[in-house]
Structure formats: structure tokens, C-alpha cells
């Protein structure tokens, strides 16, 4: 599905704050091979990833979620009220039911907006901006809070691996608002249900994960071939997303990609010819945090400045399901 829309209406929908927030706890690779049958040179040098953050017991995918949209919502210097819809995407929702959003918008303390999840795993925060992005475009909702939220953690097998040394927590979030100015320029999102074996989760839920891990519903995934199929999508979104714009690549002036593998970031950035200077890398100290990784990274970068006003952006996922997605826009 393609939304290129943007050009022809007035609405855009932009983004107007970022935030992003990490749980306290630290899980080293030096900690891992205390737990398992691996090595920090071959997580290093296989994945990129050094260390992550993990939840704390009494945390759920919802308390991430509130700390990072507050941090968002200050970045745009609005409150809560103003906010008059929140879609949250998270593989780990706190329950079945409410959905998470409906929880956050309770801790955010306001109420009547509109409220609901999205399930795309990886790939969720690109989903869930993209549909908030079309409410805004319609005219709809005025100001929306889009988030992406995960306690992997807690659907982890720590005896595996292949799986427990990819996995973090964390929560991203960001405020988009109509504007005059360009923002979103289109976004483009896929699924193909054939792979659903190929990485999964029987069950699961965030709140009361402690049955979940009785039941040994973890994370499954056979890595090398998620791995390929992950390369090849990216490089065709990329290619989709720059046809669907007439754009060249040296258009792009940050990739801002899902962190699953420094690898398969690598890729997508040689497919942009862009330096690695020119991609926002946090899966060294975030791993995998899934639906929050993206919004996760674009937060850091436009917090350290890297990201300014103006700045063309390429974001893109890739998970579970399978699922993939992009979105160019200009920040
Ligand atoms: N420590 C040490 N050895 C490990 C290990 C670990 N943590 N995990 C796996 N190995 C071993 C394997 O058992 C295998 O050993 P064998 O050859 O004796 O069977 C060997 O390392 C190579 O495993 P393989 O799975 O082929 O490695 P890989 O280069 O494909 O890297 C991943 C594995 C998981 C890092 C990589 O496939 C990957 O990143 N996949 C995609 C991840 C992804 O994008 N996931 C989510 C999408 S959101």
C-alpha cells in the first residue's frame, strides 16, 4: 500500500516533537556469556549490538511508552489535552484489553481522543505513522501522538542463543501536527503472512508475562533466512519509496532504519549510497527494541542535532509477519 498523497493536499503532517526512553537496566554482552554459550566478538561482529536496555519487573510496555511521549510532548511544547489522537504499536501490549494506547491515555492524564494499537511487530511505528499521518491529511485529528513501545524482554527465552542476545526494551514517540509545511511525504507499507514461521511469538502479553514464560511462549526465529529475505525487502522499499518520489538517492539526507543487525543496516545503506556517517545507528546500545526502535533513533538524532528542521529523512522496518515499510519525510 502507498500513500503518496501528501502533494496534493494542504495537510501535512509533521513532526513537531520527538522523545525517547530507555529502562535503567543495562545487559552487557559480558553479562550474556554468563548466561549462555556465546561470546561479545561473536554478538559484535554478527550483529553490532554491545549491549541493552531491559525493563524492570513492575514495568510495562505502557510506563515506557508514557515516559516517552512525555519527553516527546515537551519537545513540542504541548500538553496532553492537545493531543486528539494516539495509536501505539507494540508486540508487547500490557494486556489483551484496553489496548496500550487507551492505558497511556489514562496515565497521560486526559481523555476522549481517540485511542488504539497497532501490531505490525518491527515494523509497527511505520504503520502506526503512516495511518496517523492520514487522519492528520484528511483532517481528522489535528495533532497526533504516534509511539512505539516494547518490552521484548519478557518474551525471551534466555537460554536461547540464537534469539536472547539480539532483544532490548524501550519506547520512542512523536508528536505530528498539521502544518502548512511539507512533513510526511509518503509512506509505503507490506506484509507477506507466507512467512509467519519464520519468526514468532504463540502467545504473549506484557503484564503478566511471568505465565507466558511458563507456557515457553518466546520468541522463535530462524535467523539467517530472516536475515536474507530482510536485505532483499529493504533494498526494494528503498527503490519503491525513491521511484514513487521521482527522487534521487542523494536526495536523502539521513536513513533512520529499523535496528535489527548492523548488517542489514549496512546493506540498506550502501543500496542509499549513503556513508555511514549519514545513518542513525543505535543497535549497538539498544539492540532489537522492535516497534521502538525507530522513533527510538530519530529522537537521539535529532536530540545530539544531527537531524535538523529541513533535513530529508528515509525511515524503514522490517519484521515479523512478514512486514515492511518506509516513510520519506522532511523534518
Ligand atoms: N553466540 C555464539 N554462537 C551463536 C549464537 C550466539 N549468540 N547464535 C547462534 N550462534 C551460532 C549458530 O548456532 C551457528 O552455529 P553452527 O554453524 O555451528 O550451527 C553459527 O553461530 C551461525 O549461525 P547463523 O544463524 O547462521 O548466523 P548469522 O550470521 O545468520 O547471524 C543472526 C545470526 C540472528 C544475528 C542473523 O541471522 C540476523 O540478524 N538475522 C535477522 C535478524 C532480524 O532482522 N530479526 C528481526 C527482524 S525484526
Redesign the pocket.
Known sequence: MVNRGASQLKNYARIIGTGGYLPEKVLTNADLEQM????DE??TK??GIKKRHIADTGQTACDLAEMASRNALKAAQISPSDIDLIIVATTTPDRIFPSTACLLQQKLGVSGSAAFDIQA??TGFIYALSVAEKFIRTGSAHTALVVGTETLSRIIDWQD??TC??FGDGAGAVVLQSSEDLGVISTHLHADGNYQQL?TVSAGISENYHKLREEGAFIQ?Q??E??RV?VRTLERIVEETLVANNMDKGEIDWLIP?Q??I??IEATAKKLNLPMERVVVTVDSHG?T?AASVPLALDIAVRDGRVKRGDTLFLEA???GFTWGSALLKY
Do not use: E, K, Y
Open positions: 549462555v554459550d556465546t561470546t561473536w554478538i554478527r550483529t511487530v518491527c542463543r540464537t542476545v539480539l519468526l526465529m535467523g539467517s530472516v536475515f530482510a529499523h535489527a543487525n548488517r542489514i532489537n522492535s522490517f519484521g515479523g
